[in-house]
């Protein structure tokens, strides 16, 4: 279970185990670049790297999850998500949170 | 004559291109909102919510959308221009707001394609991403709760509205 609430409905938190995160920074290939080049030159959505940026997403997301899973956790409580630009081009993912132990309240 | 031509076609592109391409921007802008308005007429009903609510025997599940909003060349020229003398650059407010109605509608259908009965603690991010383009990537993630049963109810009357 992950979600970006502090607490989970239906369940209790009986042990928190800590702070687990995963990133990732991905790079378009060229091609993309220049398709969304020309799309800026009119504006709107650039697909590609949208695309781009969902899929690193749920890469980060994954490698939080592996973390918790380690930590022998069964829900990952109040997820954040940041972006950023690194060095031309190329965008870090970045997910955090903390990784609990949940239990279905009686 | 020649001269004429040699003066006039470079002049006509410099005019030209630019005016064609924010007229097609235009167009793409408009048909774009009005399909957001469609879109978000179509999911107005569902709860969403930027606060925790707690709710038994729910499942629950993080949801995302995002969208890379290219700001176009033109525009970000503008922004140039406006900064001499600073105030709102409406243009550009525009199409970030789009790319927020974007993300907003997205996550609410992913939610009701799955079966949600509400998104709670939605959480709304911006980031310049594009690199050597002029690019902004807006994301929104929220936690989504699936009731078993009776309908939902998250105590709100005030729910569904699209950010402002």
Redesign the interface.
Known sequence: ??????????HDIVETRGLVSGNTIRAKHLGR?IG??L?????????G??EL??ES?AEA?QRMVSDAMVMNANAIVN???????IA????ELYAYGTAVVATP?A | MEILLAIGVPVLLMFGIPVV??V??VL??NR?ERILAEREAAVAGFPVIST???????????L?S??????????NLFIGLRSVFGGEIASVTR?MDR?RR?TYVRIVEEAERRGGTAL??V?F?T?????????A?I?C???M?RQHGESNTLGHADTARRPR
């Open positions: 279970m992950i979600v970006n609430t502090e607490s989970i409905p239906g670049d969304a080049g799309k800026n030159l009119v504006g709107g959505e650039l697909t790297y949208t940026l969902n997403r997301v997820v954040r998500f940041t972006t950023s630009a031309g081009g190329a965008a309240s | 391409l924010s097609a921007g793409i802008e774009h925790t609510a707690e709710l038994d025997g729910a499942q629950v599940e993080l995302s995002s969208v890379v909003m290219g700001i176009g060349y033109l525009k199409v790319g974007e709670v603690n959480r991010e980031s310049d991403v594009g690199g050597q383009q002029p690019a990537e994301l993630y929220a936690t709760i």
